[in-house]
């Protein structure tokens, strides 16, 4: 490509150039002069560049004291940082409490019959259970009055 062929189209020495010789000079020139019209821009990046593009991570919450956890990693309703109150009747509980009727059906149907044995679910179970979030954070609110802080 960079050497004509050995032809006598192509040959140099004569006085007049082929019109095919004559054509692929006339190409290379236009070629390196183009060429050397555009400028050439070297730029460097640092390594900070690449971690432009990495996902920002959300930063890790660590559980508090007063999160229970159990197998499956499901909070407790009754947080560890708290004994059980008086222990009654699911029914009374919920009187007690005024807590909905549906609440104490729905405890009922699953056999859950003592307010003591609500440090055994979790909210996982009670999602399960078909419990709406208004009647989560109404059970929430009767256990925190309930329940007394081991501090005290």
């Known amino acids: 490509m960079d050497k004509p062929p ?3 189209l192509f040959d140099t020495k004569g006085t007049a150039l082929s019109p095919v010789l004559q054509r692929r000079l006339d190409l290379a020139k ?4 183009s060429a050397s019209l555009a400028p050439v ?3 460097t ?3 900070e560049f690449a971690n432009l593009f990495k996902p920002i991570q959300a930063p ?3 559980p508090t004291a007063d999160v229970a956890t159990l197998p499956g990693s499901s909070r407790s309703l009754i947080p560890v940082s708290c004994k059980l109150g008086n222990d009654m ?9 005024n807590l909905d009727d549906s609440i104490a059906l ?3 149907s699953h056999s859950l019959k003592e307010a003591r044995l609500l440090r055994y679910v979790t909210f996982t179970d009670l999602k399960d259970m078909g419990f709406k979030f208004g009647e989560i954070a109404a059970l929430c ?3 925190e009055k309930w329940s007394v802080p081991l501090s005290a």
């Not at 009747?89 to 409490?97: D, E, L, M, P």
Request: aromatic share 12%; charged share 15%.
């Open 45 to 47: 990046f640092g390594n």
């Open 41 to 43: 821009i070297n730029v």
């Open 30 to 33: 236009a070629a390196s002069a």
């Open 60 to 62: 890790q919450i660590t």
């Open 141 to 143: 609110d009767a256990v």
């Open 89 to 97: 009747s699911i029914s009374a509980f919920c009187t007690r409490y």
């Open 106 to 108: 729905k405890f009922d």
């Open 6 to 8: 050995n032809h006598r």
